[in-house]
Every structure is written in structure tokens, then in C-alpha cells.
């Protein structure tokens, strides 16, 4: 399958990487309005067609995928614009600065018969991806409480220097990969209570945020996450999880490690995450679930099936953000029928 990319930035990278990584598929051409980075990123994968908007892109177009590595207030346009080209669509999360515009840009891709899907790969990292499992197994039988936590003082402006320009930030940018977790892990949510702070002064959104989820399934689970967290040892990109269920206890920690109690017994995995060739760490389980989403995507539009984190299944998570932010504004709880 042939790839076109637009976005040529620090985690375009990434997707550049994993696409090489995978049997089958072959970028054929990349898009930027930035003419440096798009030259560079040409040169550094020995990618010759290179436009600098996605109208010429288009044109051009032959090959099967976009990817859309763009930041959000760009993704309404070139997701309708690769829709009105029959193109399938992988699109960074956010999908898009509103439910409506997302509700619109699902609506135009299932009008083609095409798939898109959202690059929302949290759930997809390799340590989460094996909590997940081990839930749905049944191990520790019916869940009824969990705890998403991200908590880190990494300097994530340095590569990303816009996320401290918005006057939202954690929940919007971090935080609606650890709902999506949640999401994962216990299904969709009915009520949303969120509060938000701000503790570094030279940005401009929330750094720091608490969110309880009331899930349709019956289970609670608090959402908490924070760039404002000092640790002697920084836990960057890590998720820590818990779960409580009527059989037992499961719990992804610090190091990767996750604990599973039931049965009287207590074993402990190491999960720590391969250091892909072309990655780095803190990053590399982020940069693995990279190449684990898009092969994921790939597996989905041969055997004709809808992605897990489908522009579809995206809204529900979408929804959260939303109705976090409502919540913390109001002081009250939310109902994610409200958005």
C-alpha cells in the first residue's frame, strides 16, 4: 500500500519510521508547508516527491493512505479534502478541535466507503496493550474500580514549543490518551468530574488535572494527570494503572512492571518495551506503539474491517475531553450525553 504524509514535525518522525517498519508498505510522498522540514524529512527517508500543500498532494495522488501528522486546527480541511480524493485516513489525535467538527469529518469519510482512523496510541503501547488483555481475560474478574495516572515534570515544550501556547493543554493534548485508556480498559463513560490547575506559570493552559469517570459498565476510575509532578526519577511516558475487580487485583507501575493478584497468588511481569532501532528512550514505548497502531491499520484495510480506534470509536473519547473541560469550567458533574 502507498502512503502519502502530511506533516514533516517532531512526531511525523515517528510515523516516517514505523511506515518503514512495515511489510507492504511504502510512503511515496511527503507534504509540508515548512520547506526545511519538508527537504530534510525527503532527504533523511529518500523521499523524492515532495509538495508544499496538500491541494498539490492531492493531484498528484496516487497512493492508497494519507497520514495526517498535522496539529489539530489543520485536520478538519485535510481530512474532508482526502475524503472528496476517496483516500483511507490515519489522523493525530486531537481529531479535532470539536465534536462537531468531528462528527462531520466521520460523516464525510463513511460517505466514500473509505476507513479512517484516529492516531490515538496510548492503548496501543506494548505494557498497556497486555493490561488490557489480561482484563478482558477475565483474571481478576468483574472490574468495579481503576485508576489511570500520568504524572511527570518532563520538558515537553522543548520539541513541542505550541503546547504552551494554547489555553488548553493536559487534557486536550496528554490527557485524552489516558481517557482513551480508560475507555480500553472498561468501556464508555456516563458521567464526567473534572478539575484542573495550572501550576507552571510560562504556559498558557492546565497543566495539571483530575477527572473521576462514571463508566456504563458500573465501574469508577479516576483519571489523573499532571506535568507539574517533580520525581528524583522521572517516570516519562509512562502510564500507571490499577484496577480493582471482585476476584483479584491487576497494576501496571513504574518500570513497566505489572502485578497480578487473584487466586491467592501474586505474580509479578517485567513488560519493559523493546528500544526500536530508530528509536530513543524516554520515548521508544511510545515510538513502539507507533509502528503497533499503523500495522494495526495495514491488518484492518486488508481483512475489510473497522480499526479499534476508528474515527468513530474516537468521538466517545472526544466526548470526554469535552465534557472534562465543561466540568472543571461549571463545577459539576457532566453527562457525556450533554456534548
Given amino acids: 500500500m502507498k502512503v502519502g504524509v502530511i506533516g514533516c514535525g517532531f512526531f511525523a518522525q515517528n510515523h516516517l519510521h514505523a511506515w518503514r517498519d512495515i511489510d507492504g508498505v511504502d510512503v511515496v510522498a511527503l507534504c509540508d508547508s515548512d520547506k526545511k522540514s519538508l527537504f530534510e524529512t525527503g532527504k533523511d527517508f529518500k523521499i523524492e516527491r515532495q509538495f508544499g500543500d496538500a ?14 501528522a498535522t496539529t489539530v486546527p489543520s485536520h478538519r480541511f485535510l481530512v474532508e479534502m482526502a475524503a472528496q480524493n476517496n483516500k483511507h ?30 492516531h490515538e496510541n496510548f492503548r496501543w503501547q506494548s505494557a498497556v496493550r497486555t493490561v488490557i488483555e ?28 505550541y503546547l504552551a501556547e494554547g489555553e488548553r493543554f493536559i487534557i486536550e493534548d496528554l490527557g485524552i490518551h489516558i481517557l482513551d485508556i480508560a475507555r480500553a480498559l472498561f ?24 477527572i473521576l469517570l462514571e463508566h456504563k459498565g458500573g465501574v ?28 483479584g ?10 502485578t497480578v493478584q487473584a487466586d491467592g497468588k501474586s505474580e509479578t511481569r ?9 528509536a530513543s528512550k524516554p520515548w521508544h514505548n511510545i515510538q513502539e506503539s507507533v509502528r503497533i497502531i499503523q500495522q494495526h491499520f495495514i491488518q484492518c484495510l486488508h481483512e475489510g474491517r473497522e480499526p479499534e480506534t ?30
Fill in 249 to 258: 487485583t491487576l497494576s501496571l507501575d513504574v518500570g513497566y512492571k505489572m
Fill in 187 to 210: 468501556g464508555d463513560v456516563g458521567r464526567v468530574s473534572a478539575t484542573t490547575r495550572r501550576i507552571n506559570p510560562l504556559i498558557k493552559g492546565e497543566d495539571v488535572a483530575t
Fill in 55 to 68: 491541494a498539490a498532494l492531492f493531484d498528484y495522488g496516487r497512493f492508497d493512505i494519507v497520514d495526517i
Fill in 270 to 278: 517485567d513488560l519493559s518495551p523493546p528500544v526500536l532501532p530508530w
Fill in 134 to 161: 489480561e482484563l478482558r481475560k477475565g483474571t481478576i474478574g468483574e472490574p468495579f474500580f481503576g485508576r489511570v495516572s500520568f504524572r511527570s515534570g518532563f520538558d515537553v515544550f522543548s520539541g513541542q514549543p
Fill in 310 to 339: 476508528s474515527g468513530h470509536d474516537n468521538l466517545q473519547t472526544l466526548s470526554l475531553v469535552e465534557a472534562a473541560y465543561l466540568s472543571a469550567s461549571e463545577h459539576r458533574t457532566v453527562e457525556t450525553a450533554e456534548i
Fill in 220 to 247: 469508577s476510575c479516576i483519571v489523573d494527570c499532571s506535568y507539574a509532578t517533580r520525581r528524583q526519577v522521572e517516570s516519562f511516558p509512562e502510564s500507571v494503572i490499577e484496577v480493582d475487580g471482585d476476584k
Fill in 89 to 118: 485516513i490515519i489522523c493525530q489525535k486531537p481529531f479535532a478541535e470539536t465534536i462537531t467538527d468531528a462528527r462531520a469529518m466521520v460523516g464525510a469519510v463513511a460517505a466514500t466507503g473509505k476507513t479512517i482512523m484516529v
